[in-house]
Structure formats: C-alpha cells, structure tokens
C-alpha cells in the first residue's frame, strides 16, 4: 500500500490528450486490446509487417522434404521469423518456449494427403491455444469446394471462440485441384472469410490483378509462399506481393527447402521490412550463402 504521508493534490489536468500510438494494422484499430496486442506478437508494430515461418506442413503431409527433424531444420531459423505457423504437437515438443515469437497455431486439420482435404474439422480447443499462448488461430477455408460450408462454419465457430478469448483468427484460403486461381475467385474468397470475422487472410499471389484483391479485402492480406521454386523468383514473387497491397508472407517451403534457408529467410525479411527490391534482396541472399559457406561472393551482373 502507498505511504499514505504527504499526499499531494494533483494539478496537471490541462493540454490535450495524449495518443496511445495509431494501430499500424488495417481494419483492426476497434478490436479489443487483447486482440491488438497478440497481433503486434505477430505483425511488426513498427511497420505493420510480418515474415512468418511456416512449419505446419506435416498435419497432413507427415514428414516432408526440410521438415524430417524440425529441431535441426526449423528451430536455428526461429529468431529470423517475426511468428510461426505451427501446430501445437511441433510447439509442444520442438520451439523453446523462451523463443518470444508470437504463434499462428493451426487449429484445423482431418484428412491426409489420401484423403480429400477439404474435409477438416476443428483440431484445437480454443483452451488449449489459451494454454498455449497463441498469438493467433490458423483454419483453413475451401471457397467453392464441395465442403465449402464446412468449411465456413469451421471458421465462423473459431471466430467467436477467439473473440471471447481475444484471440485472432487467420482464415487460409485453399485452392482445390479443379479451381481457378485468378484474382476473382481471390478477391471472392478474401472478401468472404474477413466479412465473416478473419483478422487476417492468407492467399496466394496473382501476378494479374492482385492489387484488386488486397484493396477489397478490409483487412491485412499476407501471401503463401506455396510450392518451392527458385529463389530468385520466390523473392520476385514476395517483392511484387509487398508493391501491390501485402501486408507479409508466410513462407514455409521456399525457406525450409533452399539450400541456404538462413541466407534466403534474411532476404525475405529484406524485402518485407527494408524495402529491398528482388534483385537487391537476390545479392542478400547469394551473399549470406556464400559466406555461410567460407566463400568469396562471384560478381552477378542484374
């Protein structure tokens, strides 16, 4: 208890008020404190940005190409990440819980490769990612599939189970095998998980068009890395993405599955954080590998 000698009557009630700082992030400014602050564990206040390090690969894939030992492939990559997406089982037995990254904890799941995928259900409580400390929810949502509904529905329950707990929801839009993948149908499935309560989406780049699709989308976007490509063009992908409208990236393959993930993580951050162009970030990266390697970097000509 405060000593209770020598109280002091207060006198400093003029000027204006103060600001607590704007919300960087858009469309999110009147959720609850909670939620804002587990967003800014996952987006960087500073520039309203993020570089996620997606692992969740293996609730359906088991132990692909990069993810066989995460403790030898993911965890040296972790202070690179502003967050991970992971699934609880990975976060359990594999992050140090002294990482300090915020995590997007996927929180639906089902079916295998074998199996048809849009089928998922719910695969976490929300007590559970209460426990966990997660920084954000993670389900995926199947736009004009069969289990379109399912899927929906899947979304609209986490939605109000992390609302109650103040914890966001990121609705992941799958593209089936037989769908087009054209800034329509993204401008469509963007718009339809943030109207139904999604802090934030993530999809894939559309090299016509994608301008459309984060300007209709009411809140941030972040892309999918999707299949491994070189790294060159993964990092042309990242840069057109940030240039038209993307809020960040959450690359799980493209890193994980290059020869060099440490080099190529660092290049994605050049891009997302400091504005590097491809080519700029490419030369990061090339010389991060080849240093890592006791190399001297060869001269590229752009």
């Known amino acids: 208890m405060a000593d209770l000698d020598d109280l002091r009557e207060g006198t400093d009630f003029g000027g204006a008020v103060a600001r607590a700082g704007d919300f960087p992030l858009k469309g ?15 987006f960087d206040p500073a520039d309203g940005k993020t570089v996620m390090l997606a692992f969740d690969h293996g609730y359906f894939q088991g132990p692909t190409s990069g993810l066989e030992r995460l403790d030898r492939s993911i965890v040296p990559l972790v202070p690179q990440a502003d967050a991970l997406m992971c699934t609880r089982g990975a976060l359990r037995t594999t ?28 695969a976490v409580s929300i007590d559970d990612a209460v426990r966990l400390d997660a920084a954000a929810l993670a389900v995926q949502v199947f736009v004009g599939s069969e ?26 839009t799958a593209v089936g ?11 469509l499935a963007t718009r339809i998980t943030a109207e139904l309560g999604a802090a934030f989406v993530k999809t894939y780049y559309v090299e016509e068009g994608f301008e459309t699709v984060t300007s209709a989308c009411p809140v941030p976007i972040i ?11 993964a990092l042309r ?22 020869e060099h993930p440490a080099a190529m993580l660092a290049a994605v951050r050049g891009v997302v954080h400091d504005g590097l162009t491809a080519e700029d970030a490419f030369d990061l990266y090339r010389q991060l590998s080849f240093e ?11």
């Open 147 to 172: 289990n379109e509904s399912r899927s929906v529905k899947n979304l609209t329950t986490l939605v109000d189970q992390g609302q109650s707990a103040g914890i966001p929801v990121l609705a992941v």
């Open 177 to 187: 095998r037989e769908m087009v993948r054209d800034a329509r149908y993204f401008r």
């Open 28 to 42: 999110l400014a009147g959720q609850d404190w909670g939620m804002r602050a587990r967003l800014s564990r996952v």
């Open 223 to 233: 892309i999918a890395g999707g299949k491994k490509v070189e790294e060159q063009e």
């Open 292 to 302: 890592s390697a006791g190399h001297d970097v060869p001269e590229l000509a752009h």
């Open 95 to 122: 992050i140090p819980a002294t990482s300090g990254k915020g995590v997007v904890l996927r929180a639906s799941g089902g079916p295998s490769v074998l199996g048809d995928l849009s089928q998922e259900d719910l």
């Open 237 to 258: 992908v990242a840069y057109r993405a940030m240039q038209e409208g993307a809020a960040g990236v959450d690359m799980g393959r493209n890193v994980f599955q290059s």
